[in-house]
């Protein structure tokens, strides 16, 4: 069985899975499950209270619903090894909790790409670990808890990098609130990229730290 039908299965069943991210390995179950998602969060210890992702493994999909400036910069940097918080006044996934904003991620793994249903995901390690960069580097608890275990080999081992861009449909501002496996001068070049309005402004949080 193919390693999309694989993680498909686990997801469908309400379990969790260790899988291979563009970024780190990654913990996977169904974003509309409570009780999936209720067990992630204790298998990793991560505070209930405190949002996830979901991702993707297509671009269309995971744009879908998003304001038409939002959806291109999305497809502008997608997939790819960020993670975007976006506007969700759908109340989408409402137990990733986000509420007004959704963390989205679309990962450029090609193994992965036949998997048709969203996951919310986290990273594989204990809350406020170190990131897997290998499938052992995961916490033997992690692995022994999860359902389905997948070795992606050695991945380059820098989180996704967070791009907030809830405040792009009105005014075109961005921000990064986080610089991980792709750098901030790239994400510039790619949102250069999308239609601007009449005053666009974009803004680089780290500048200012």
């Known amino acids: 069985m193919a390693v999309s039908e694989d993680l498909a299965r686990c997801i469908a069943g309400g379990g969790i899975a260790v899988f291979p991210a563009d970024t780190v390995y990654g913990l996977a179950c169904d974003p509309e499950s409570e009780a999936a998602v209720r067990r992630l969060y204790e298998l990793k210890g991560r505070p209930p209270d405190k949002p996830a992702a979901v991702m993707f493994f297509a671009v269309e999909p995971a744009v879908d619903g998003l304001g038409e400036r939002t959806a291109a910069a999305a ?92 405040r792009f449909e009105e005014t075109g501002e961005w921000e990064v609130v986080r610089e991980g496996a792709v750098p901030v001068s790239a994400v510039a070049d790619r949102l250069a990229t999308c239609p601007p ?11 200012e730290r």
């Open 197 to 207: 309005r009449s005053s666009p402004a974009a803004r680089d949080s780290s500048a």
């Open 75 to 166: 497809r502008a940097l997608l997939p790819g090894a960020v993670t975007l918080l976006v506007p969700n006044a759908a109340g989408r996934f409402p137990l990733a909790g986000g509420g007004a904003v959704l963390g989205l991620r679309v990962p450029d793994v090609p193994q992965l790409r036949d998997v048709t249903r969203p996951v919310l995901q986290s990273s594989a390690n204990a809350a406020g670990g170190p990131d897997a960069r290998r499938l052992a580097d995961v916490p033997e608890s992690i692995r022994a808890g999860a359902d389905l275990v997948i070795d992606g080999g050695e991945l380059p081992g820098t989180p996704s990098t967070v791009i907030d861009l809830s």
